[in-house]
């Protein structure tokens, strides 16, 4: 089976502080991506990356950026957070290639910015 | 661009009731859909999908259309159970290797 792990289920962090959320995909998967979810409003995109080192910004990448340094791991770095990227952020994974359409989701980081 | 209408929650159903969950899509091309949901604590899995137009796509007594002349992909079920409560979204994906596109979430409770 596919697993996506997410470094921590909850997080509480205060204003300014430097936020770091890990994601680690044990199966090989090219592309990755990070995701905030909130009410009302569905998923959507922060960033996303096809392979080691690249990144691509999604709908809302202001105020975050990402880094791949390893295939299996994608970060998403918070450089001063703010109240308002309070929320549930969700990393993703799928492999490369046109036979692969379903992307696997990690159980979620609920993060409160107080 | 790409968009998915998802109909809004929440819902709440009765044990053994009929489930619709309306979803509609916007997008050129040929996108594949998808339902995912979310029970209370965990990600999102993936529960249906389907990768052209007709095809039907089932998993766990769920089933959904893909209807190309009403660009829909409604969901639904014949008898809910307590245990579907749960956040389900819509998504689409225009093509492979692509992000997908998701609807607002619709939240379901089934009580007893």
């Known amino acids: 089976d596919v697993k996506v792990t997410q470094s921590s289920r909850y997080l509480v962090k205060r204003t300014g502080e430097k936020v770091f959320l890990e994601c680690v995909q044990d199966?090989?998967?090219?592309?990755m991506f990070w995701y905030r979810q909130d009410p009302g409003l569905g998923l959507r995109l922060i960033y996303f990356?096809?392979?080691?080192?690249?990144?691509e910004k999604g709908d809302i990448p202001e105020g975050y950026s990402v880094s791949r340094e390893k295939k299996e791991r994608f970060s998403l770095i918070l450089e001063s957070a703010s109240t308002n990227q309070t929320s549930m952020y969700l990393c993703?994974?799928?492999?490369?290639?046109?036979?692969?359409?379903?992307?696997?989701f990690g159980p979620g980081t609920r993060l409160t910015v107080l | 661009g790409d968009s998915v209408t998802q109909m809004e929650g929440p819902v709440t159903l009765s044990e053994e009731a009929f489930l619709t969950i309306n979803c509609t899509y916007t997008?050129?091309?040929?996108?594949?859909l998808f339902w995912y949901v979310q029970y209370p604590g965990e990600g999102l899995q993936l529960l249906l999908k389907?990768?052209?137009?007709?095809d039907k796509g089932s998993n766990k007594g769920f089933e959904a259309t893909y209807r190309k002349e009403t660009t829909s992909f409604h969901l639904e079920k014949g008898s809910v159970q307590v245990s579907d409560s749960a956040v389900y979204f819509c998504?689409?994906?225009?093509?492979?290797?692509?992000?997908?596109?998701f609807g607002t979430g619709t939240r379901l409770t089934i009580i007893p």
């Open positions: 993703a994974s799928i492999p490369a290639g046109p036979s692969y359409n379903e992307q696997f």
């Open positions: 199966m090989d998967h090219e592309n």
């Open positions: 990356s096809y392979d080691v080192k690249m990144k």
């Open positions: 997008a050129t091309g040929y996108p594949s």
């Open positions: 389907a990768t052209k137009a007709d």
């Open positions: 998504a689409l994906l225009p093509n492979p290797n692509e992000k997908l596109t």
